[in-house]
C-alpha cells in the first residue's frame, strides 16, 4: 500500500497508472461504514484510492473540529487489511490556498435539513470532493447513502460540471441493533447510546407505516416525531429522490430522514422507500 501525502505527487502518479479507479473519500476514524465502501471498490475496480482528511471548510466555526476523532494508525491498517492500494493523507495548508474561488451548493437544496442545520456545509463538501476527484480523476466514487442530501449534491456537482466519474450510492451500514455506524458514535455515553437508538427506531417505525398502507407525510412524520421525544430533533422530513418535500409517500422514490442530538451528539440517520 502507497501513502502519498502531497496532491501533486499524487496525481502525477495517479495519470501513469491504468485501469479502472476506485476513491472513497473518508474524514478517518474509519468504522465497517467506510470498510463497507473499500470493500466494494476493491471489488469493482482494479485500484482503489482511499482518501483520509477531516476538511476544515465543510465544519461551522461553531463546531469543534479538533476534537474531530483522529486515529491514523488504526486507519492505515484498516486500509492495509482491506486491500486498498493508495492512501491519500493530505495536509491542509497543502489542500488549500488562501484566497481560493469559491464554490456554491445550490441555492435551496443546498440549504435545507443538513444545509439549514448546518449553512454553509455543503459548500465545503463539494469544494473538497472536487479536489479531490481531480486529484484521483477515479472511474468510480464511493458514497454512503447514511449522507443521503450529501450524496444527492454531489450526484448534482458531478453533472452540472461534467464530471467523468460514476458516483456509486453505498448501503448504510448499522450495528445489530439498528444503530447507523457514524465516526461520531464514540461520543455518546451508555445512556445516550440508548436513546439514540431512537433514530433507526423512528425510520423502522415509518416504513411498518407505509408497508401497512399510510402514506400521508404528516401524519408519518407525527409518529415519528413521537418516539424521538428523548432526544432534540433537528428535523424529520420526508422527500422524494431529489429532495423535494413530499406530502404523499411515492414508493421506490422517497427518502425519510431525521437529524436529532442525543446529549452533545449530533446524528443523523435516514430510509429509503
Ligand atoms: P465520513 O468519514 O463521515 O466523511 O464518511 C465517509 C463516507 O462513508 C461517506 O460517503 C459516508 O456517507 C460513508 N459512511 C459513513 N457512515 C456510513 C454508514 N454507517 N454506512 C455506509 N456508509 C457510511
Known amino acids: 500500500m502507497k501513502e502519498f501525502s502531497n496532491p501533486k505527487e499524487l496525481a502525477n502518479y495517479r495519470k501513469k497508472m491504468s485501469g479502472t479507479i476506485g476513491f472513497v473519500p473518508t474524514m478517518g476514524a474509519l468504522h465497517n461504514g467506510h470498510i463497507s465502501l473499500i470493500k466494494q471498490s476493491v471489488k469493482e475496480n482494479d485500484k482503489t484510492i482511499v482518501s483520509i482528511f477531516v476538511n476544515p471548510t465543510q ?5 469543534d473540529l479538533g476534537a474531530y476523532p483522529r486515529r491514523l494508525q488504526a486507519d492505515l491498517k484498516i486500509c492495509q487489511l482491506s486491500g486498498v ?3 491519500f493523507l493530505p495536509n491542509i ?3 488549500y490556498e488562501k484566497n481560493e474561488l469559491s464554490i456554491k451548493a445550490p441555492r435551496v437544496k443546498g440549504f435545507i ?3 439549514f442545520d448546518r449553512p454553509g456545509h455543503f459548500d465545503g463538501v463539494l469544494q473538497i470532493v472536487l479536489k479531490l476527484l481531480s486529484i484521483t480523476l477515479p472511474t468510480c466514487a464511493y458514497f454512503g447513502k447514511k449522507d443521503a442530501q450529501q450524496l444527492f449534491m454531489i450526484q448534482n456537482m458531478v453533472k452540472h460540471l461534467f464530471l467523468d466519474v460514476e458516483i456509486v450510492p453505498c448501503e448504510i451500514v448499522r450495528e445489530d441493533d439498528g444503530l447507523a455506524l457514524s465516526s461520531r458514535n464514540i461520543y455518546l455515553s451508555r445512556e ?3 436513546k439514540a437508538l431512537s433514530l433507526s427506531s423512528t425510520l423502522k417505525l415509518s416504513s411498518k407505516l407505509v408497508i401497512s398502507g399510510e402514506l400521508n407525510s404528516k401524519e408519518i412524520k407525527e409518529q415519528m416525531r413521537d418516539i424521538l421525544k428523548d432526544t432534540k430533533i433537528e428535523y424529520v422530513e420526508i422527500v422524494d429522490r431529489e429532495f423535494n418535500q413530499i406530502e404523499e409517500i411515492e414508493i421506490k422514490n422517497t427518502i425519510i430522514l431525521v437529524a436529532a442530538s442525543v446529549g452533545k451528539t449530533r446524528l443523523i440517520d435516514n430510509i429509503w422507500i
Open 59 to 63: 465544519f461551522l466555526e461553531s463546531e
Open 85 to 87: 492500494d493508495i492512501v
Open 93 to 95: 495548508d497543502d489542500m
Open 113 to 115: 435539513l443538513e444545509g
Open 192 to 194: 445516550d447510546r440508548v
